[in-house]
C-alpha cells in the first residue's frame, strides 16, 4: 500500500529538518584568516596580480 499524502509530507519535513541541522552544524564562518597565505609561492597568482598590474598602467597612459 502507497503512502498517504500526510505521510509522505510528515516524511518530507523530517528530512528538510534533518538537513537544515546538518547544514548548520557545519557551517564555517568566513574570517580573512582562513584564507590568508593560500596563493604564497603560486606562479599563477603572481602572473593574475602582475597583468593586473599592467593592465591598470595601460589604462592610466591611455587616459593621458
Known amino acids: 500500500m502507497s503512502a498517504t499524502i500526510e505521510e509522505r ?29 593560500l596563493s604564497a609561492n603560486d606562479p599563477g597568482f603572481d602572473e593574475m596580480i602582475r597583468l593586473g598590474r599592467e593592465m591598470r598602467k595601460q589604462d592610466r597612459e591611455d587616459d593621458v
Open 9 to 37: 509530507l510528515a516524511r518530507l519535513e523530517k528530512e528538510l529538518l534533518n538537513l537544515k541541522q546538518l547544514i548548520r552544524s557545519t557551517r564555517v564562518e568566513k574570517d580573512w584568516r582562513t584564507s590568508f597565505g
